[in-house]
């Protein structure tokens, strides 16, 4: 009887864990939802590496922003909370970096599919080179 209950109890904590989670990654997904991306003006800034983060629990991350001759040369990613999945966002990251640098702008369509994650890592790179912490050199 002593087990059964003990198995109850977990049933009901493992379900009340799942239910918190799934309601926290649906308020996540709203939040992205109503993201605004700023455009960004590597122009104007000097040489070095911006930092810039956004997000929260599932699609948190911080990015580094190269900037090189007043140009954005480089985005690398320092913390994701989805890296254990990496294998499946390598494409999207690898493809909007790509075309972030090469238009030099945050103003750019979202990778089709992918869309929260794209948001996350724009707004990233937005505060990254709009507000983020710099460091010389690098």
Known sequence: MKIL?????SAGVITLLCAVSAFAFMMELKEIKNITINDVAPEELSDGKYYGES?????????????KNHEISQIDILRDAMIPVEELRKEVYTELFKEVIEKQTTKIDTV????ATTKQYLKSIDNALNKGEKQEGD
């Open 5 to 9: 209950k003990i198995i109850g109890v």
């Open 112 to 115: 089709s599919g992918a869309t």
């Open 55 to 67: 997000g929260f629990l599932f699609r948190s991350n911080k990015l580094a922003v190269t900037i």
